[in-house]
């Protein structure tokens, strides 16, 4: 039996007590530095707002177990929830939430301004354009669950301790041992933080580098409303639905004939939380350390559109009001998992009360059988770059994220501020072509170059860019259309710098690939295997391509940092099981740099930069070193895009010479730079899945369209019992490329998709695939659809049908 110490009695740190203990853990000691009938955290004042329906499927799916558990222990007043809008851009956003709501699952309605204002009658009629109902939101009594689960999980054997902050750790080398309290020291093997906007000083104490940000944001209630008199007769009492008006950032619930009311309009104020001081003994409603005083001059304007939204308000007064302290973070995920460098560490932070039970229960999931069934990738605290860890960031991004957080956010809109931060060798010869620049990861990546629309009056009639519907039309230039026709017809280069490359090297790089990978990598150098990464469930943890350069170095083409933090982990155990077989794992993504060279001609470039005229011909998953226009390179045979040609890969202080060369070769062979946007459509167009929006840990290789890279007659490796089971089910869903009717309408992603009238699925990605003329998306659809079966796609409330099956994609 683990023993297990959980820092934090908030509504995440009991949750996680309750999930684990009923999976049988109990030997469980939850640590709080406040008194467990009122512990002082962002719990112990939240409003209790829970609004499901969120862009994240597994948002969406922690909010909806949330609802589920809170309703089975009767803290969950199920009053619905309602969003208005009072622009024509709200109303076109509540009808793509209401798309994706149905992607996962949530029942939602459109509404009308009538049928706002009968459901919720102290609306404004002259001002709401419609609205978005959900009926199952409603409202958490998030203090009461925390007492009931205390209650329940100290009958099955959890401890706990109040009074008793966490102020150090013990470790053994790079593990967790014990929880250091002025009380004494606990030992333990496993540490869960769950400290809420602590998280930082918790993380320090550890060595864990926490990227999130304390805010202090506003929430008041009024005095008695004549209007609301005997409506609700209990104090906290609601009848209404929550309530959200997020074109001026407010939010609003009852409390019996009061109201109460969320702001987020004003300026960003980032807390330090050690500054907030020790909790005191005597913590009450009014003195708490997450309860900051109030500024009303922050909240005048608050004050002022509510009353014209609810005029039933102009008779009531402020009564109190507080600045209160939640969490962000960069990317407005929660922080969720193990710790990268740290073992035994994990934490469970920045969540709120909405997601609250669903992130406990992934994370007791992940404790006690290895994974959460709900997909992790977008919170898992080991998916940050390192230069997304710097405080500064953290600070600044978080801000942002503090004054976007009811904003109607584009998929593709880039943040404005920091930007610059990694940039590739190729950047300024990328700047002289005119290229627009998308930020992930921190890196700037080209979307297209204004260099290339001195060819768009050569496009050949087939190739010409249609017209778009205004939202995909947003990031998107008609450039793309060249720089598709020319990787098709001609050549074009792509900056894979910013594509994870990994090094694995020493006597054990063979074995540690060999059990991690779905197939053999034993092959001898020279080559290059696809290869997938599973976890012990069968789930699709990465993709991953594997070259071969020495017996004891491989280089992997593989993707985020949660890649390379899992891969230095199970390196670091092996090595300290068995020397012998020790293997280092080195992410040298920024060291070196990368260009994608293809289309029909790349052949003919590649003959140009080098007289070895063996090089030029093409022999796919090969990798060779070797040098070409006098610098020193890696040339790897493979493709996305199902063009010919390489990746050349140099050093990085190489790059912008590699960069010229190829370009200067190309130039007689119609060369053209091609970004971002081009790519995704001629991969779609490839059938080629992208990790982490086509594929995640929730879908299996046969569901992924990913048979091929799979092999059960290997001998041992991570997920093969599960694989071998998985072969012999039947297939239920699987993943599947549709084909638009219409042209002028672009799919973005999470759509919901329609079989006779029954929603059976939803749009992984999609992009306007140029080969074809039409639109294009991947969708998991169950088996039945086949080839050739018609469907619709609902984007912004209209449904456009589709048909499975294009002639170029290979899915
Ligand atoms: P907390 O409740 O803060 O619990 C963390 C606990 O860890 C604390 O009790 C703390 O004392 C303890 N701790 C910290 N450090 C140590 C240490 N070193 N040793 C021992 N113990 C320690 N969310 C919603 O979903 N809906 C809403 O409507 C909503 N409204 C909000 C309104 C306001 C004004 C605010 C401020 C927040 C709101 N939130 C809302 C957010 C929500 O309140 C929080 O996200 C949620 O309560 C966090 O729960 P938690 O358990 O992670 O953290």
Redesign the pocket.
């Known amino acids: 039996d683990k023993r297990v110490v959980i ?7 009991t949750n996680l007590a309750d999930e684990l203990v009923s999976r049988g853990w109990t030997n469980i000691t939850v ?4 008194p467990l009938r009122m ?12 609004f499901q329906t969120n862009a994240s499927k597994s948002m969406t799916e922690f909010a909806k177990y949330t609802v589920q558990k809170l309703l089975s222990i009767d803290c969950f007043k199920q009053v619905g929830g309602l969003e208005v809008a009072t622009t024509p851009e709200r109303m076109e956003e509540l009808k793509r939430k209401h798309g994706y709501a149905t992607s996962w699952g949530v029942e939602t309605h459109l509404l009308t301004t009538e049928e706002c204002v009968a459901l919720y009658p102290h609306l404004s009629k002259d001002i709401v354009l419609g609205g978005f109902h959900i009926p199952s939101d409603g409202l ?1 009594l ?1 203090a009461q669950a925390v007492q009931l689960l205390i209650e329940r999980t100290r009958k099955a054997g959890v401890q706990y301790l109040e009074h ?4 150090g750790f013990v470790k053994d080398d790079d593990t967790i041992t014990g929880v250091i309290t002025p009380n004494g020291t606990i030992q333990t093997d496993i540490v869960c933080s ?5 998280g930082v ?2 993380g320090a104490l550890a060595g864990v580098p926490i990227p999130l940000q304390p805010m202090a ?3 008041v209630k009024t005095t008695a409303v004549p209007k609301q008199k005997g409506r609700n007769p209990e104090p906290n009492g609601a009848t209404l639905p929550i309530l959200r008006y997020q074109d001026q950032d407010l ?1 609003y619930r009852e409390h019996g004939d009061r109201y109460g009311i ?1 702001y987020y309009g004003h300026k960003p104020m980032p807390v330090t939380a050690a500054s907030l001081g020790p ?1 005191a003994k005597n913590v009450s409603e009014s003195n708490m ?2 309860r900051l005083a109030f500024t009303p001059e922050d909240f005048e304007p608050a004050w002022k559109l509510t009353q014209e939204m609810l005029p039933a308000l102009r008779d009531s007064q402020i009564a109190e009001g ?1 600045n ?4 962000f973070t960069p990317d407005g995920g929660p922080l969720v998992g193990r710790a990268p460098n740290l073992e035994g560490f994990y934490v ?9 039970a669903g992130v406990a229960r992934s994370l007791a999931e992940v404790l006690t059988t290895g994974k959460s069934t709900i997909d992790l990738s977008g919170a898992e605290l080991s998916r940050f770059e390192d230069i997304q860890l710097a405080p500064d960031y953290v600070t600044e991004t978080s801000s942002q994220d503090f004054v976007e957080v009811y904003d109607i956010i584009h998929p593709l809109q880039p943040r404005e501020s920091p930007r610059d931060l990694r940039v590739t060798p190729f950047h300024a010869r990328q700047k002289e072509l005119g290229a627009f620049f998308l930020e992930t990861g921190g890196w700037e990546r080209p979307q297209w170059y204004d260099a290339n629309a001195k060819l768009l009056g050569d496009l050949p009639p087939r190739w010409q860019p249609r017209e778009r519907d205004a939202w995909s039309n947003r990031f998107y230039s008609p450039i793309t259309a060249v720089e598709a026709w020319k990787t098709r017809t001609a050549v074009a280069m792509y900056d894979q710098s910013p594509i994870r490359r990994i090094e694995v090297s020493g006597p054990g790089a063979e074995s540690l690939l060999q059990r991690l990978m779905t197939v053999d990598v034993s092959r001898n150098a020279g080559t290059i295997t696809f290869a997938l990464m599973l976890d012990d469930h069968g789930g699709v943890r990465s993709d991953v391509f594997v070259a071969r350069l020495a017996k004891n170095l491989y280089k992997l083409g593989a993707n985020g940092p949660t890649d390379v933090a899992y891969l230095t982990r199970e390196a670091r155990l092996q090595s300290s099981t068995d020397s012998r077989r020790f293997v280092h794992v080195r992410d040298i993504t920024g060291a070196t740099s990368s260009i994608g060279l293809w289309g029909p001609r790349a052949g003919q470039v590649m003959g140009s930069l080098s007289s070895d005229k063996q090089l030029a011909e093409f022999s796919p998953m090969r990798v060779t070193r070797t040098h070409i226009a006098g610098l020193p390179v890696l040339l790897q045979s493979i493709s996305f895009l199902g063009e010919t040609g390489w990746e050349i890969q140099t050093s990085a202080e190489n790059g912008q010479r590699l960069w010229d060369a190829v370009f200067q070769a190309g130039q007689s062979h119609g060369i053209v730079a091609a970004g971002r946007a081009a790519f995704n459509s001629l991969r779609m167009e490839n059938g080629f899945r992208s990790w982490g929006t086509d594929v995640t840990t929730e879908h299996n290789p046969f569901e992924a369209g990913f048979a091929d890279a799979v092999d059960t007659s290997k001998a041992d490796f991570v997920g093969r019992a599960a694989l071998v089971r998985l072969s012999k089910a039947p297939l239920t869903k699987r993943i599947r490329c549709l084909t638009l009717e219409t042209t002028g309408t672009v799919m973005m992603g999470k759509e919901p998709v329609y079989l006779d009238g029954q929603a059976i699925g939803y749009v992984t990605s999609a992009a306007f695939a140029y080969t074809v003329g039409r639109p294009i998306a991947f969708a998991y659809l169950p088996n039945e659809v086949q080839e050739g079966s018609r469907v619709e796609i609902e984007y912004f409330g209209r449904r456009y049908a589709a048909t499975h099956g294009v002639r170029e994609a290979r899915l």
């Open positions: 820092i934090g009695a908030g509504i995440v740190g640590v709080e530095q406040g512990p002082g955290g962002s719990t112990s004042h939240a409003p209790g707002l829970v958490a998030a008793t902050p966490v102020t769950c400290a809420g906007f602590w000083e918790v944001h506003q929430y939010y969320g909790t350390p997450s507080f209160g302290i939640l969490s469970a932070e920045a969540v709120w009360v909405t997601h609250s």
